[in-house]
């Protein structure tokens, strides 16, 4: 089993900056994609930033130039630097990963609150 652990959430003001990491844990064997998707109140979980284990990333339209994924194959850690926060940016972030484990997947971290408010 694998497990997913986010963290790096919290209230900023527009125009801040905020990290997530996201760590996985568990019997794995490799990770071939880790995937940042957020979800507003109301809406459906959309994918923000995705990044495979070349390093290749790929970016939703409206993040593109603000936010930049990263990874630590070593660590099995993505993170996702956001930086000109906006309000509109307001959401539950969820980290996703796609593991070859024992258990093979897609496995879920329990989402992690940002609030972009002044």
């Known amino acids: 089993q694998v497990q997913l652990a986010e963290s790096g959430g919290g209230l900023v003001q527009p125009g801040g900056s905020l990290r997530l990491s996201c760590a996985a844990s568990?019997?794995?064997?490799?990770?071939?994609?880790m995937g940042w998707y957020r979800q507003a109140p109301g809406t459906q979980r959309e994918l923000v930033a995705a990044i495979v284990v070349g390093g290749g990333t790929s970016y939703a339209d409206s993040v593109k130039g603000r936010f930049t994924i990263s990874r630590d194959n070593a660590k099995n850690t993505v993170y996702l630097q956001m930086n000109s926060l906006k309000p509109e940016d307001t959401a539950v972030y969820y980290c996703?990963?796609?593991?070859?484990?024992?258990?093979?997947?897609?496995?879920w971290g329990q989402g992690t609150q940002v609030t972009v408010s002044s």
């Open positions: 568990g019997i794995i064997v490799r990770i071939n994609a």
């Open positions: 996703n990963a796609d593991v070859l484990s024992s258990v093979p997947g897609a496995y």
